[in-house]
Structures are given as C-alpha cells and as structure tokens.
C-alpha cells in the first residue's frame, strides 16, 4: 500500500499510479479462468480479443469493480461523486497493437472538419482537489515485461497539454516525429493494477512476443457522465446518453 499523499502527488504529476500486486495471484488465476470460460471476441482492433461488460459477466470482475469504486483514492482524483461507465477485458495476440490516443489529441468533427476539442476526459485541479473525468483501472493478468510483449506507451506531460498532440486517433504513429523524447515505457507484473487517467496521451507498441498479454479494465467517471456507447452526436433524441463516438474524426 501507499500513502494518500504520495498516491495523489504521483498522479496528478505523471498522470498514471502502477500499483505492484494491487491483485492476489489467486484472484488472477480466478479472473483469467472466467475471461477463458466466458469466450473471447475479436474487436475493431487488429489481432485483439474482447469481451464487453465484464462486471455483468464475471463475478470475480464485479467484486473487485466493486472495492476498486469504493476506495479512497478513487474519490480523491474523481473528486465528483463517481460511477462505472464501462468495464471490459482485452487479450491481444501477436501483431496486435493500439495508436495513440486521449487527452486533447483527439477532435470531434463533422463532415471530416475539426468541430471541437473532446473535453470528455478533461483533466483539472482545482483548489488543491484534482477533477479527472475519466479514470481507468487497468488490472493485469500477464507479465509484460519486454517491448516484445506490447508494454503501455504513454506522452510525459500530456494530460496537462494545452494543444492538441494530435488531429486523429488513426493518425497516432504518423505525429510523434519530434515527440519520440516524450514517450515513456510502463512495465507490469501479473496482478498489477495501473490507475490511468484518461487524458493521458497512450498507446501501446505492436505485440510480437507468443506470451500472453490480457488485463481487465475498469472506466469510472463523474456520476454525469454517459456510459460509453455509440451515440449519434446529433440525434434527435432528447433522452439520449453516452459518449458521442460515431461523428469523432476517426471513429473508433
């Protein structure tokens, strides 16, 4: 365990906490056999299988969203009364990998124009109390030791960034000519959990190694804020809620 204060300071100066063995190896071994029980699904990423409202479907997932939605520390980044938005698993396979994204990189847009900056996962401290509109917990089942293995990639500084790293979220590889000095490596261990605040520009490098690589991730947001879902940003409907997907400049 860790300290209030050294928790909160890491965060909001790194924008990620990695917390070693955050998981008992028995709740692992538990998590992986549910996640082999329940089935895999291929995703709209290459070579990365999915499955989609874990807490629904496993009940070792649904226990620990549940400490994890209680814990003090969650409060004090979220600030804001809080809720899951989404939680759900991912193996990738060799050849699997995903582009930068988040924080101001990526813009709304219509009729492929730039529209708006996307403030969903905007970042803020505020009196001393930090606002983060979207933090992940990101709980490893698998070692991911070596760039062989696909480690998390992430841009030094990038949740306070006051421009945009990048217009697309497709266009992630193509924009960090100039910015390679920036990015960092994140390595873990089986059980490890890495709290991730969603404005952080992230990515992962291209999975090439045959080991497995699987994690459980965990979204929670201000109580506001919509569940993650595709939504029509100009729907007519007036009681609609989610976060608006299909009209970003690359949908993804």
């Not at 979204?219 to 608006?244: E, I, K, Q, V």
């Amino acid at each position: 365990m860790t300290s209030a204060a050294a928790f909160a300071y890491t965060y909001d100066a790194v924008g990620h906490f990695l917390w070693p063995g955050y998981v008992s190896a028995g709740r692992v071994d538990a998590l992986a056999a549910d996640l082999d029980q329940i089935g895999w699904d291929d995703s709209e990423f290459a070579r990365t299988r999915r499955i989609d409202e874990l807490t629904r479907k496993s009940e070792v997932a649904r226990e620990l969203a549940t400490e994890i939605f209680a814990a003090d520390w969650l409060s004090l980044v979220i600030t804001y009364p809080h809720r899951i938005i989404e939680s759900y698993a991912l193996d990738r396979q060799p050849g699997g990998w995903l582009p930068f994204h988040g924080g101001a990189s990526e813009r709304l847009g219509r009729s492929g124009r730039p529209e708006a900056e996307d403030i969903s996962v905007a970042y803020l401290v505020r009196s001393g109390r930090m606002y983060s509109h979207r933090v992940k917990a990101l709980v490893y089942l698998d070692p991911i030791c070596a760039d062989e293995d696909g480690p998390l990639l992430y841009i030094e500084g990038s949740h306070k960034a006051n421009f945009a790293f990048m217009q697309a979220f497709s266009a992630g590889p193509a924009e960090l000519d100039g910015y390679q000095h920036l990015v960092r490596r994140i390595t873990v261990g089986a059980g490890d959990a890495l709290i991730l605040n969603e404005a952080v520009v992230h990515g992962t490098r291209v999975k090439l190694s045959p080991a497995r690589r699987r994690v459980a991730i965990f979204t929670f947001a201000p109580s506001f804020a919509g569940s993650w879902s595709d939504l029509g940003r100009h729907s007519a409907d007036l009681s609609r809620s989610g976060y608006a997907m299909v009209d970003t400049e690359d949908s993804h």
